[in-house]
């Protein structure tokens, strides 16, 4: 699933052709998502749009008329590509832009989500977006903020970086690659982590999202940017997906687990 990084690549990447542009319509050829498509879509047309944002994983393209919430799932992606550009299986919407590209939203799993709000409703406002965590990039995150959080709860502190109630966008690459940076033990109850070790978290949460920010993303089995370039993050990763290599700082063998999906860890490192 794209995670936070994959999601922030997309959004940069689509947001020139869009913010001061218009959207001439959208094409719905498949309407059938795991939540089904606004049927709003298939009528809307000439919409001005001022702003693409991010909440947690959902991108939000804002207009005059109201705004489209936007979720990639599990195997989404979208691409600009030129309104010539011949369907190909999966491709399941079109967002045409007047005088402009086309960005087309494929999703083989069909996990996605597009939804239209109106003008009136504020998808920000919407139970799904209320309930998520801090942004993980933004400067209101703290050790302290993180700290606080994590001590409400005694299941594994991987588990917890990976509820969005506790903060968006650390999925489980992220988790793995984070932790072994602090060198914290994925196993260790989230509450008797420190703030202190919070403080250290939140550094290597920054860190390793902005370079893999920087560098595309992460591409395991089939994300791509809006270019249809795969991430390249996926060559700086130490521990994720490295079961029985030697750790790049002590030389142990990383180990493997499943803390609700695969954890990579190195068990010297990570006492």
């Not at 597009?114 to 209320?130: I, K, S, V, Y």
């Not at 993180?146 to 299941?155: D, G, Q, V």
């Amino acid at each position: 699933m794209p995670e936070l990084p994959e999601v922030e690549v997309t959004r940069r990447g689509i947001a020139p052709a869009l913010i001061d542009h218009t959207i001439s319509h959208f094409v719905v050829r498949f309407p059938r998502l795991r939540t089904p498509v606004s049927p709003e879509f298939a009528h809307l047309r000439d919409l001005p749009v001022t702003s693409v944002d991010r909440r947690g994983k959902y991108i939000i393209i804002r207009t005059g008329s109201g705004s489209a919430l936007i979720h990639l799932g599990m195997s989404g992606h979208l691409h600009l590509v030129s309104p010539d550009t011949p369907v190909i299986k999966h491709d399941h919407i079109d967002i045409v832009i007047a005088g402009g590209p086309v960005i087309r939203f494929n999703d083989q799993r069909r996990f996605g989500l597009f939804e239209w709000f109106p003008g009136n409703r504020d998808p920000l406002a919407d139970p799904r977006l209320l309930k998520l965590g801090p942004e993980p990039l933004e400067d209101s995150f703290t050790g302290k903020a993180l700290h606080e959080r994590l001590s409400r709860s005694r299941t594994a502190v991987k588990k917890a970086l990976m509820d969005n109630e506790v903060l968006v966008g650390v999925g489980n690459i992220y988790a793995s690659e984070v932790l072994f940076a602090s060198g914290i033990s994925p196993f260790r109850k989230a509450c008797e982590v420190t703030e202190r070790e919070c403080a250290v978290l939140v550094k290597n949460i920054r860190e390793i999202l902005e370079k893999s920010i920087a560098r595309g993303g992460t591409t395991i089995h089939d994300f791509s940017g809006s270019d249809g370039s795969p991430g390249e993050y996926v060559s700086e990763l130490r521990v994720y997906g490295k079961k029985g290599q030697p750790c790049p700082v002590c030389g142990a063998p990383i180990e493997h687990a499943v803390l609700s999906r695969s954890s990579y860890y190195c068990p010297r490192c990570q006492k």
